[in-house]
Every structure is written in structure tokens, then in C-alpha cells.
């Protein structure tokens, strides 16, 4: 999409309802959030360097990403189920902006999966 698509889609954010604006609100948020964990994380020439861990036991990175919102999850479940953290450092809403955040980077690690097969696929044919 270029810079002209981007405009039209902020220019139609004159018009959306309150829910529509607080979902492109949270979207910024997680803009923000990735660049500063990013920081903290990652290796300047691969900032999902430390999702990649998984793979020294075997593991996609992409699976890892998924064991990690499965941490979430089950976090959230216990919220759930408990009412409370102990963790009080971490809200509800800091652990769901935290999936939201793994399920992209999972998404970009499935894709260049997809991609690195595809390509040892057809060097191979």
C-alpha cells in the first residue's frame, strides 16, 4: 500500500465510530511497544533474533512464538479463573497487548518459514 492508500485509510478515521478509533489507538500503541521492546531484545541485524532461540532445541521460531502466547493465554485463564495477578506489574491489558504484539511477529515468522522452504524447495528441483 503506498503513502496515498495510507492517507485515505487515516482520512476515513475522521468518519469511524469510537470503537473503530480505539482499535487504530491500540494499534499505535503496539507500533510503540515493538520499537521499544525492540530495543531491549533485539539484534539490530534481525530484531526477532531472540524468538529465533527456539530453534537451538529444534523448534521453528514461529512454534516458539505460538509456546509463548500459549504462556499468555494460560496466564490470562488463571486470571480468569483467579480474579487477580500476583504479578502486579503486568495487567490484563499488558499481557493482551502482548499477544496481539506475538501474533504479528508469529505471522512474520511463519511467512519467512514459508518463504525459506519454498526457496530450498525449487533450489532443489
Known amino acids: 500500500m503506498g503513502a496515498k492508500g495510507l492517507s485515505s485509510i487515516y482520512d476515513i ?22 520499537d521499544k521492546k525492540q530495543h531491549d531484545y533485539a539484534d539490530t541485524d534481525d530484531i526477532f533474533a531472540n524468538f529465533r532461540l527456539s530453534e537451538l532445541a529444534g523448534t521453528p521460531a514461529w512454534q516458539g512464538s505460538i509456546i509463548r502466547m500459549g504462556d499468555k493465554y494460560a496466564r490470562i485463564c488463571n486470571f480468569i479463573k483467579k480474579g487477580e495477578f500476583k504479578f502486579k506489574e503486568e495487567n490484563i491489558k499488558d499481557t ?4 496481539a504484539i506475538y501474533s504479528l511477529i508469529t ?12 526457496k530450498n524447495t525449487s533450489n532443489n528441483a
Open 107 to 118: 505471522m512474520i515468522l511463519y511467512e519467512e518459514e514459508i518463504e525459506k522452504t519454498s
Open 13 to 34: 478515521g475522521k468518519n469511524m465510530n469510537k470503537q473503530s478509533k480505539r482499535f487504530y489507538e491500540i494499534i499505535d500503541v503496539i507500533k510503540e511497544l515493538h
Open 96 to 99: 493482551l497487548m502482548d499477544m
